[in-house]
């Protein structure tokens, strides 16, 4: 089984941008695809980014995902940043018998 | 617009068995994965498993011992057990539609269960 390793804290000031990492602990991160959630407090998870760089519709293109096979890790990155950003981030992916979630990344806009 | 929604009960005792049931309406149940993930609180998300329509299924390795997903065509509804519950167990659960690539594209809103006394 593998892990996804992201930072559990990241804070910026509004009109700035964050990158999130995420880093798979063995095999290819570029062997599946990563997606990310983000969650507000009290809400389930929405999706931000798919197929680690698909924005689904509605999604601003502030947000935007991309993988690193050197660094076997994805980014997701938030440009412009909002207030209305501000909530945990989650990236996930899988391998032919399991799904993994990273631990999250709660993002502080001030 | 799938929605999809969890019921059960709130409280469960340890060691008993948890169990909830999520029902699916605005969409078919075919084709998809029907998920389980839970989330303790102020901690993150975890895979608990999915039932394909076909009834294959898989489970999180770590709680494969105790787990059992099961569905209901005719109803829309598919089911989670899990057994021998713990206060660790104690957690908000969500049911989650699964399509291409394991994407969770629909989430219930989530219950919260707790595991005590």
């Known amino acids: 089984n593998f892990m996804l390793t992201q930072p559990h804290s990241v804070s910026e000031s509004p009109g700035k941008t964050v990158t999130i990492s995420c880093t798979r602990s063995s095999g290819s991160i570029a062997s599946n695809y990563v997606q990310w959630y983000q969650q507000r407090p009290g809400s389930a998870p929405t999706t931000v980014i798919y197929e680690d760089n698909q924005r689904p519709s509605g999604v601003p293109d502030r947000f935007s995902g991309s993988i690193d096979s050197s660094s076997n890790s994805a980014s997701l990155t938030i440009s412009g940043l909002k207030t209305e950003d501000e909530a945990d981030y989650y990236c996930q992916s899988y391998d032919s018998s399991n799904v993994v979630f990273g631990g999250g990344t709660k993002l502080t806009v001030l | 617009q799938v929605q999809l929604q969890e019921s059960g009960p709130g409280l469960v005792k340890p060691s008993e068995t948890l169990s909830l049931t999520c029902t699916v309406s605005g969409g078919s149940i075919s084709i998809y994965y029907w998920s389980w993930i839970r989330q303790p609180p102020g901690k993150g998300l975890e895979w608990i498993g999915y039932?394909?329509?076909?009834?294959?299924?898989n489970y999180n390795p770590s709680l494969k011992s105790r787990v059992t997903i099961s569905l209901d065509k005719s109803k829309k509804q598919f089911s989670l057990k899990l057994s021998s519950v713990t206060a660790a167990d104690t957690a908000v659960y969500y049911c989650a539609r699964a399509g291409s690539y394991n994407l969770f594209d629909y989430w219930g809103q989530g219950t919260l269960v707790t595991v005590s006394s």
């Open positions: 039932i394909y329509h076909s009834g294959s299924t």
